[in-house]
């Protein structure tokens, strides 16, 4: 996820640039960059690694000038945020140049074709290899005119594969800047002699409110006073704008009234980003995995802390299933002052969405020390977590605003997930029906999680019942224990009210003891092997009068027999209950903590990345 501006008509571009850059910075963070076309008809670009303010300070009131440009402030996929591959990039000549927010699954086999055509690459990104390819298609087509030029950029798109949005121009063609959009955000704004490429609203308000969609598969030319729409091949599309009537700060959170909200809402496009190019029909494609070697590994360990931690105890469960491997999750501030049993044979799995989390950072070192391999699984390009670890993983999610973690929750379980059956694919452990299966059901997760998305209403009105209460119990088993202990987390971060998560089976050994009509439980009763037993549970707290809300599977109607409450989610193998059952959950935590008038976006005392012991 990044953030993408661009502009043709009659404005000074630079402060255009810079000023719709700071509405999208929610996108993106780790490095900004502007491209200007200057009247002379050369490219001026100044990028910077850090914050958008790192570059508006250093510039300093003195962009470049002129009056087409382009800006992107960077969420790193691929190759560290530095000035390097802080976009915009060019070719070697220097007048074709692109940004772009997406990810370019055949970027490595394009970047090799284009090597031994000559081509010599600056940056590690993806996107630099896209204005290679525009620019030898603009090359075979003669003049370096506007209908070549767009001709060049729909040949260059038809050779990538992936998610992209694309904005590009070139230094030989005034007053033209293309967009392209497949699977990426990409609007337009149309103005008086002026159009823009934004990806999102909010980089548009201070200059028009006429909005323009382009769909996936569209290239679209502006010039400062046309807006033109085509297909792939080249066929013209017409449409409509709509007029855009949110202000700039319900804009910058996708019209949801918190990022909370916003990043609840957006976990199936977050999952589907963090799944793309990485599971298929034919099996698991994770190359981050080769430079670990498995024929050594005897054992697992994984190591996080919070909502991390939780993600590491379904991995657990899925390894174990899977490919059987023992493992271990820790807590890192345990697991670095106790004596842990690491060695060469050891895969140290270290999940932490910042990347920066000062105890999981400990556990990384001292298990480098004896020798472990190590993975690690981040949203953070160029975290700390990132350097020195034998394999790292990114979650491809954008930046969470919110403090409390939705939707790196969500893709840090589904990635393990992808590992184990990766794993276990690879180490023979699964039949071609298994196999098929679940890769099948990795392939319908996105869409999954969105009808969980559904329970939304339900989910307000329990809230209204939950409100009241002084503590809330949450119990599950298995995948759904898991489900429980993120649950429990989620209610007491945003919303103060006191929660804890129990396995099932164990309420009756202490906790029962606590139970009254004042403590509503929350039983994750989903379809697994272990429900009849959960069901029981279910009946032992009824039978202390303690109200029950169920998340049970759809189809199940007899759980609502044993709850006052039941949210269904959709049927779906048991490992995916961690990921089904939070949206719900979430939503509910949410509306609780708006009852009690709490700051869900910034909870009291939570930090975004915790870098102290
Ligand atoms: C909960 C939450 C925290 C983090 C924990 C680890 O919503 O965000 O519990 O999960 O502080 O953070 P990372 O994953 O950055 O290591």
Request: hydrophobic share 45%; proline share 4%; net charge negative.
């Amino acid at each position: 996820m990044c953030g993408i501006v661009g502009y043709v008509g009659y404005k000074e571009v630079g402060p255009v640039l810079l000023d719709g850059l700071k509405r999208l910075e929610y996108r993106g963070y780790d490095s900004a960059g502007i491209a200007v076309r200057t009247s002379e008809g050369k490219i001026e670009i100044r990028k910077r690694e850090g914050k958008l303010s790192q570059l508006t300070n250093e510039l300093n009131g003195s962009a470049p000038r002129g009056t087409l440009g382009m800006g992107h402030t960077r969420w790193a996929t691929h190759g560290a945020p530095n000035d390097v591959n802080a976009h915009p990039h060019t070719d070697e000549s220097g007048r074709v140049v692109v940004i772009h927010n997406g990810i370019i699954e055949n970027y490595a086999e394009l970047r090799e074709e284009l090597k031994t055509r000559g081509h010599v690459f600056q940056s590690q990104t993806d996107t630099e290899i896209f204005a290679h390819l525009v620019e030898e298609e603009f090359a075979k087509r003669g003049n370096a005119g506007a209908v070549n030029f767009i001709d060049a950029v729909r040949a260059a798109l038809k050779l990538v594969r992936g998610a992209y949005s694309f904005v590009v121009m070139d230094a030989r063609v005034p007053d033209l800047i293309i967009g392209a959009r497949h699977f990426s955000p990409l609007i337009v704004g149309v103005g008086e002699n002026e159009n823009l490429f934004a990806s999102d609203i909010p980089a548009l308000l201070e200059h028009t409110r006429k909005a323009l969609i382009i769909q996936d598969g569209e290239v679209v030319a502006l010039t400062h006073d046309a807006v033109r729409i085509f297909t792939l091949d080249g066929e013209s599309v017409e449409r409509e704008p709509f007029e855009v009537t949110w202000d700039v700060t319900s804009a910058e959170k996708g019209g949801y009234p918190t990022f909370f909200t916003k990043e609840i809402f957006e976990q199936p496009a977050a999952l589907a980003n963090a799944l793309r190019g990485r599971v298929d029909t034919d099996g698991v494609h994770l190359p981050e995995l080769d430079a670990i070697d498995f024929e050594r590994i005897e054992r697992a360990h994984i190591v996080a802390c919070g909502t991390s931690y939780h993600a590491g105890l379904a991995a657990k469960l899925a390894l174990e299933q899977w490919v059987r491997v023992p493992v271990n999750v820790e807590i890192a501030s345990e697991y670095r002052y106790a004596s842990p049993v690491v060695d060469g044979k050891t895969l140290l799995i270290l999940i932490t969405q910042s990347g920066e989390t000062a105890d999981t950072l400990a556990c990384f070192r001292l298990a480098k020390e004896r020798g472990a391999q190590t993975l690690a699984l981040t949203n953070v390009v160029g975290s700390s977590i990132t350097r020195g670890a034998d394999a790292v993983i990114y979650l491809r999610v954008g930046p969470e605003i919110g403090v409390v973690a939705t939707k790196t929750y969500t893709a840090q379980v589904a990635l393990l997930e992808l590992v184990a059956l990766w794993w276990a694919i690879r180490n023979g452990r699964m039949t071609n029906d298994e196999r098929r299966i679940t890769l099948s059901t990795f392939l319908r997760l996105p869409d999954l999680v969105e009808a969980t998305l559904g329970a939304e209403q339900q989910a307000k009105s329990l809230a209204e019942k939950l409100t009241a209460h002084r503590s809330a119990f949450f119990f599950g088993r298995g995948f759904g224990y898991v489900a429980a202990l993120e649950g429990a987390l989620k209610l007491k971060e945003v919303s103060y009210l006191h929660a804890e998560a129990y396995a099932a089976g164990e309420l009756k050994h202490g906790p029962i003891a606590m139970l009254d009509p004042e403590i509503p439980v929350i039983a994750i009763a989903t379809r697994s092997a272990t429900l009849d037993k959960v069901v029981s549970n279910m009946q032992e707290v009824r039978a202390r009068r303690a109200p029950v809300i169920a998340i049970a599977t759809e189809g199940d109607t007899f759980i609502a027999q044993h709850a006052d409450d039941v949210i269904y989610i959709p049927s779906a193998p048991e490992h995916l209950v961690p990921i089904l059952a939070l949206a719900p959950l979430q939503l509910l935590s949410y509306y609780v903590a708006v009852a009690r008038g709490c700051d869900v976006d910034q909870p009291r005392n939570l930090a975004k990345s915790v870098t102290v012991e």
